[in-house]
T-cell receptor, first 112, second 112 residues
Framework: DGGITQSPKYLFRKEGQNVTLSCEQN?????MYWYRQDPGQGLRLIYY???????QKGDIAEGYSVSREKKESFPLTVTSAQKNPTAFYLC???????????FGNGTRLTVT | GEDVEQSLFLSVREGDSSVINCTYT??????LYWYKQEPGAGLQLLTY?????DMKQDQRLTVLLNKKDKHLSLRIADTQTGDSAIYFC????????????FGQGTELSVKP
């Protein structure tokens, strides 16, 4: 079955450490996205990539970094520069403009 | 700028109809989407409507679009306890790389 896999489901880190969240898709989608979800605030776009080896900042990119070396993979690194990293992170993929996004099951990151 | 607004909570009785409302600001929206999120999970695409349509029906779901007022609604007929979840509306904007702008989400509570 095709889909998007995010791992791990839960992640705990100490403040000051970088952490990388994994996202893999086998839907053959060109575009991939990272969103952050906080209670009562909906989803906010962190980074997106429309094609391999290219990506763009979203609305809240500060303190995050991404890479897109393969079509299937779009890992997100939460750096120590992110002031409030505890959140639910959702990865999505799509065929591109004017097509729906398909979401993974999310990674809940807790930083203490 | 782009903005999508939803009311935060809705409570209905099992068997009643639920109507979840959404307003958006960008008149260049091409598609509008409804997603469902169950606790601790990712977003599941429910349905979507192209911006030149007024209505779309899919089994128990009816989407109404009033483009003049920039108002979107999702009606769920014969609401069941399994419909309890958070519902997000989202818009895609032309020439924005396929990214979606999400509302804050409406938490639907279905009481037996």
């Amino acid at each position: 079955d095709g889909g998007i896999t995010q791992s791990p489901k839960y992640l705990f880190r100490k403040e000051g450490q970088n952490v990388t969240l994994s996202c893999e898709q086998n839907l053959n989608h060109d575009a991939m996205y990272w969103y952050r979800q906080d209670p009562g605030q909906g989803l906010r776009l962190i980074y997106y990539s429309q094609i391999v080896n290219d990506f763009q900042k979203g609305d809240i990119a500060e303190g995050y970094s991404v890479s897109r070396e393969k079509k299937e993979s779009f890992p997100l690194t939460v750096t120590s520069a992110q002031k409030n990293p505890t959140a639910f992170y959702l990865c999505a993929s799509g065929k591109g403009a004017n097509s729906p996004l398909h979401f993974g099951n999310g990674t809940r990151l807790t930083v203490t | 700028g782009e903005d999508v607004e939803q009311s935060l909570f809705l409570s209905v009785r099992e068997g009643d109809s639920s109507v979840i409302n959404c307003t958006y600001t960008d008149s260049s929206s091409t598609y509008l989407y409804w997603y469902k999120q169950e606790p601790g999970a990712g977003l599941q695409l429910l349905t979507y409507i192209f911006s030149n349509m007024d209505m779309k029906q899919d089994q128990r779901l009816t989407v109404l679009l009033n483009k003049k007022d920039k108002h979107l609604s999702l009606r769920i007929a014969d609401t069941q306890t399994g419909d309890s979840a958070i519902y997000f509306c989202a818009e895609s904007i032309n020439n924005q790389g396929g990214k979606l702008i999400f509302g804050q989400g409406t938490e639907l509570s279905v009481k037996p």
